[in-house]
Every structure is written in C-alpha cells, then in structure tokens.
C-alpha cells in the first residue's frame, strides 16, 4: 500500500530528480523520488556470487574455492557473513550443480547466517554474462556482484553502493591500483569516476588501474548481449557510457593458487 505524502526540496534537486524520468522505468517525478531512497536506503539489498563456469577453473587442487577452507570458516562463509553485516540478506549464487552442491553443504539456505540464498543452477554457458543473465525475471532492482574466489573483508561495500546510487551509471565496478602492471586482470582507465576503457588481461598493460571482482549494477545489464563481462558487456557499457568506477585502497585478496592460500592464511592471521 502506498500513502501520499508531501516534502520540501529545493529548485536544484528537483531538476536532478526530474531528470530521471525517462518515460519508461521511470514515468514521473513521485516514481523517481521513490525509486531514489529504495537505491539509497537499500532495504533487503540483493547480492550475486558468480560460480560458474567450467568447474576446473572455479578448484585449487581438488577442492573448489567457495568451499576451501582458510582459518576457522571457508571463503563462502567469509563472504555470506560480510554481506549480511552490509544488509545484504537476499544472495543468489550461480553455479555448476556439483559446485552447488558442495556450497549447501556448507552454508545450507543461509537461515542460520540471517540470510536466504537461493541457488542458480548453471547447466551449460560460455562465460560469467550468459551466467549472469541466469538472473533475469529474479532480480528487479539493484544489486551487488561478487566473484567466488576473492576474500573482501576489508572492502567498504557501502561506500562502493552510494557510488553507484550518485551515478547516473548501469553498472560500478570496484577499482583497485598496483604499483606494477598486471596482466591477469581488467585493467581500466578512468575519467573522474567514469570508466573510459576495460581491457580484459591485457599482454602489455597500460594501466596500473584494475576491477576487482566485485561491482554493484542495475538490472539493464542482463539487457547486454556477449557471453563475458569483461570481454563483451563492460565495453559495451563503455561505449555507452554508461559504466564507473570506485576507487578503493582496501585490500582484497584473489584465491588463484596454492600460494594465494598461504598468503590469505598469513594475512587473517595476523587480524
């Protein structure tokens, strides 16, 4: 049920309000103001954990990386707690069944974390977009994506959702800089706080600027044709301009291989 009420803005604001009506998704000024403080207050806030994908490239000897276990709890639990305590209780993780089924085993439906999960079956795709899109006729608004294999801890996952809720932007992704080039990830430039190029593992990195795995986005981006996010959607978006970035000096950590365990092991240690 919705009730009528009435507020005192000033001339700025309105016209920055009255910009969004679009005629569309949004088709008045009541609809834009209501659309904004849902974004902003975030009540029951969506997030993804991206899975999926040939299971060999998803394991670290023969365990998967969701369900390796680093301390006293795994990467799944690590991520599902860090996402509750940011107001996330609805989270949907896409994946293989077998993958999925080693997950349940460890969280189960999330009721004993203060979350509900619901798993996405990914039976055949050919990258992280057609495994997204798995999403569509699911989500409805605003949501957080985070890859399986990184520990974020540490990341301010608020500020990066009011980033995205201050940018007229589909998609935000969560920059991080090195003081050397990487040639394992997305490296970006930027403009402000306006992505203008996202190459994908480049051989000869111009950038020192990289995504981090993990982005807040509004459902338009299920919208985007290509079977990868990196390699078809981000350039698509742009292009369009319709893609930005937040840049974050937090740490995060990237499970790749054996030595990744170690130094993640190393590093909570310390904590």
């Known amino acids: 049920m919705k009730r009528k009420i009435s507020i005192t803005m000033n001339e700025k604001t309105i016209k920055e309000v009255d910009s969004m009506v679009n005629g569309i998704s949004i088709r008045n000024r009541s609809q834009a103001i209501e659309f904004l403080v849902n974004k902003s207050l975030g009540e029951n806030k969506v997030a993804v954990i991206l899975a999926g994908g040939n299971e060999k490239n998803i394991k670290i000897g023969d365990q998967y990386k969701p369900t390796l276990k680093i301390g006293d709890t795994t990467v799944i639990e690590s991520g599902i707690k860090k996402l509750r305590e940011n107001g996330f209780k609805d989270i949907y993780i896409i994946a293989r069944r077998n993958v999925l089924t080693k997950i349940f085993k460890v969280i189960g439906n999330g009721e004993s974390y203060g979350v509900n999960v619901e798993f996405i079956e990914e039976k055949k795709t050919s990258g992280s977009a057609e495994s997204l899109r798995l999403l569509k006729g699911k989500v409805k608004k605003t949501f957080l994506v985070v890859y399986c294999d990184i520990?974020?801890?540490?990341?301010?996952?608020?500020?990066?959702?009011?980033?995205?809720?201050?940018?007229?932007?589909?998609?935000?992704?969560?920059?991080?800089?090195?003081?050397?080039?990487?040639?394992?990830?997305?490296?970006?430039?930027?403009?402000?706080?306006?992505?203008?190029?996202?190459?994908e593992k480049p051989k000869e990195p111009e950038s020192y600027v990289f995504f981090s795995g993990v982005f807040v986005s509004d459902p338009e981006i299920l919208e985007y044709g290509g079977s990868s996010l990196e390699k078809d959607v981000f350039s698509q978006l742009v292009e369009r301009g319709l893609i930005s970035g937040h840049l974050s000096s937090k740490k995060y950590l990237h499970l790749d291989g054996e030595e990744d365990i170690?130094?993640?092991?190393?590093?909570l240690g310390k904590q």
């Open 151 to 199: 520990i974020f801890n540490e990341i301010n996952l608020k500020a990066l959702w009011r980033e995205h809720v201050r940018q007229k932007s589909i998609t935000t992704l969560l920059i991080s800089s090195s003081t050397i080039a990487r040639e394992e990830v997305g490296t970006v430039k930027m403009e402000g706080g306006r992505i203008v190029e996202f190459v």
């Open 262 to 267: 170690r130094k993640i092991k190393t590093y």
